[in-house]
């Protein structure tokens, strides 16, 4: 049985991934972005929502993720982080899909997560020399920091909790505040919290597609089938401008 990481171990890990990203080691992660970067392909498509997210790795090493729409963004980010251990760093990679169960493999996929998208350095910049030392970090600090890393308010209170950096009473509190309307008080924008990318699709999907029908190795039949996840509400055949 796979043993759990520490959070040395998964600190370790995630700067790896920075850095072969090309990313320091206090920068927020654009998820998207990375995952080009890595040359995967992910597709955002409503599944049912105890699922947040399924992914599975070729033989060639291609990478493919598909993830939940109907999450909030937040955890959608959190989502990729997680699956993103489990193509790389998982010694026994399968197909896996995410859901809510934690057995060690997951719990270190989480560990990962969170690190990789909440770094420590990065987090401690944003803190006032007051709420380090006290524990207790103010709303509109927390609020700059889940967008700064655009994550979720549980990823990042369980990241503070882990860098001993949040008193648990201040957890309490925190839980007690409306998301969104907290958020709009503060004159910030609330889509973290809501459902969205769906359809959206990360990676050379389409282009593979079409370049086994140029080659004869899929029919149009099944050409057009792929393409289908491609549901921008438009006809195909209109690519004129209304400029």
Request: with cysteine; charged share 25%.
């Amino acid at each position: 049985m796979k043993k759990a990481i520490s959070l040395n171990e998964a600190e370790t890990l995630a700067a790896k991934l920075r850095t072969s990203a090309g990313l320091n080691e206090d920068e927020p992660v654009n998820t998207k972005v990375l995952l080009r970067k890595l040359n995967a392909i992910a597709l955002f498509k409503p599944l049912m929502l105890a699922c947040s997210g399924v992914s599975c790795k070729s033989e060639s090493g291609k990478m493919f993720l598909l993830i939940n729409s109907e999450c909030p963004i937040g955890r959608q980010n959190f989502t990729i982080a997680h699956e993103l251990y489990h193509l790389l760093y998982d010694e026994n990679p399968k197909p896996h899909i995410m859901f809510s169960g934690k057995d060690a493999e997951e719990k270190n996929a989480d560990i990962f997560a969170s690190c990789l998208l909440l770094p420590k350095n990065g987090i401690i910049q944003m803190l006032s020399p007051e709420e380090i030392r006290s524990g207790k970090i103010e709303l509109k600090t927390i609020l700059r920091i889940e967008h700064m890393f655009e994550v979720s308010r549980s990823a990042l209170i369980v990241r503070l909790k882990s860098l001993h950096l949040i008193r648990q009473s201040e957890i309490k509190q925190l839980e007690t505040f409306p998301l969104k309307r907290t958020a709009r008080l503060y004159g910030y924008d609330t889509s973290l919290y809501e459902r969205g990318n769906e359809n959206v699709i990360i990676g050379n999907y389409g282009e593979m597609a079409r370049t086994l029908f140029e080659e004869g190795k899929i029919s149009e039949g099944h050409y057009n089938e792929f393409m289908s996840v491609f549901s921008y509400g438009e006809s195909q055949d209109s690519d004129s401008s209304g400029c």
